[in-house]
């Protein structure tokens, strides 16, 4: 009997239990500028310039009262990252804006769930005041939904449960800030594969000419007749309720769309992803295979939900209006961030909005027609207006247009009221679903809990919350 199988051994290290976050190396000159010695932990670094960020924005110089609800919420916020082990994580973030904001590269205000952090604003990551605008920090970073692994006493974190920046940056300077990362961490980052997928109209269209042998006119004129949602092709199933001539197709074509159906989703090529780039804490080549883009770049042989598992996934978005904004307020003589957003003069172009092009997360049609109906004169309705161009929310679009041309509320319990108030009775932010969570009985990591589930379109994980509803 053959021996050979006995000569191996089970390997268990082939892969790490989690993300282990890359060293944070920062710079002398910034412990010099704080008044610290450079031997002080990264936990008391951070601590620090959240004390040097409530000078800057003049948090120190507001009432007791409101000193004390921004100094509560700082130290909980530093307690529950230190805890988590996410300190180095917010650093390196910081470090990657910082250097944005030293060379001038226009960088957005923050958006998502990390606009939430009360840290993050006071480092200068993010420029929204989530006390000013009640957000909840448990949106980005909830104790209930993170974990530590400790193995060979190294911390590992659960890459899909680490906490999510998405950072905005000058489309025409983000080679500088991808170089800026490359040195910092050479041999450690990559940019990140995603796989794109057989649409139902493009396996229509080739299904209907290799197994139906149709003609490239026939097959168009079929897809066609699949509608697009919110700018994708509808799935085949789904196109098939909305179009009954799609049905009568199907009824005279049923080998075609039998394979059609069974070719939809899959993986048809590959492409690099528009913002993501992966950043590990040893050579990235012993975490992932990598392959070289066009222009003999780096990227993952695995896609963005591998690569998170492995290491820090970090989010930097080319915006090319953001760089619009910013050369506009440059002629104008004016800090972006000093506009008055409170003026009812800006928002009169969007009252009589003939086109939508350069206006950003306007452009879509979706949004544009929302636009359209509601008029928007403030930042709230403005905002209302992006929330309802979303699938689900588009049906409460004539609900809240009603709203802001009457100031009439929508009340469906008058419990609900006060956290309704300002969108007309209408639930339009996930916020909003924490606070009803929490009016109910549940802690905030609970509402996130089910926030999460609800964002997540999780229904089979609904039933175990009925009885705590």
Not at 302 to 313: C, F, G, I, R, T
Request: some cysteine; charged content about 30%; overall charge negative.
């Amino acid at each position: 009997m053959s021996t050979f199988f006995k000569n191996f051994k089970p390997y268990n290290d082939c892969v790490p239990p989690g993300v282990r976050l890359p060293s944070i190396e920062i710079e002398d000159k910034y412990y010099k500028s704080l008044g610290v010695e450079s031997g002080i932990s990264n936990y008391d670094f951070l601590r620090k310039l959240c004390l040097q960020g409530v000078k800057d924005k003049g948090i120190d110089s507001k009432s007791k009262k409101e000193q004390e609800a921004y100094y509560s919420r700082a130290k909980m916020e530093l307690e529950v990252l230190r805890d988590l082990g996410f300190i180095d994580y917010i650093l390196l973030n910081w470090d990657i804006l910082n250097f944005c904001h030293e060379n001038d590269i226009p960088t957005g205000p923050g958006r998502g769930s990390a606009a939430g952090s009360l840290v993050l604003f006071l480092i200068g990551v993010t420029q929204i005041d989530p006390i000013k605008y009640d957000l909840f920090f448990e949106r980005f970073v909830s104790q209930s939904r993170s974990r530590k692994i400790q193995k060979n006493n190294i911390t590992y974190l659960d890459g899909s449960l680490l906490a999510d920046i998405d950072n905005d940056i000058s489309y025409e300077r983000r080679k500088e800030v991808i170089q800026y990362i490359e040195q910092k961490y050479p041999g450690r980052t990559a940019k990140i594969l995603t796989l794109n997928t057989l649409s139902s109209k493009l396996c229509i269209k080739e299904c209907g000419k290799i197994v139906g042998e149709y003609s490239e006119q026939d097959v168009n004129e079929v897809s066609d007749m699949i509608l697009k949602k919110f700018g994708r092709p509808a799935p085949l199933l789904e196109a098939l309720e909305e179009s009954e001539k799609l049905t009568t197709w199907k009824a005279a074509n049923e080998k075609v769309f039998a394979v059609a159906r069974k070719l939809e989703g899959l993986n048809k090529n590959t492409g690099v992803h528009p913002s993501g780039i992966a950043i590990s804490h040893d050579q990235i080549e012993d975490y992932c295979p990598l392959q070289k883009t066009g222009d003999d770049g780096l990227v993952t042989g695995y896609d963005m939900n591998w690569v998170a598992e492995l290491m820090v996934k970090f989010d930097i978005l080319g915006l090319r209006t953001l760089s619009v904004i910013y050369d506009v307020c440059k002629c104008l003589d004016i800090n972006i961030y000093d506009v008055d957003l409170g003026d009812s003069s800006i928002y009169k172009p969007l009252e009589e909005l003939r086109s939508p092009h350069g206006l950003f997360q306007i452009e879509a049609d979706a949004n544009y027609r929302v636009c359209k109906k509601i008029k928007p004169k403030s930042l709230e309705e403005l905002s209302a207006v992006v929330a309802l161009a979303r699938p689900g929310a588009l049906d409460f679009v004539d609900a809240y247009s009603e709203y802001v041309t009457t100031g009439e509320l929508q009340v469906v319990h008058s419990f609900f009221e006060d956290v309704l108030d300002y969108t007309g009775g209408i639930p339009l932010y996930q916020e909003q679903l924490m606070k009803m969570a929490v009016k109910v009985g549940f802690t905030l990591d609970e509402s996130e809990q089910l926030r999460r589930i609800i964002g997540k379109k999780k229904v089979d994980k609904m039933p175990e919350w009925e009885d705590k509803i």
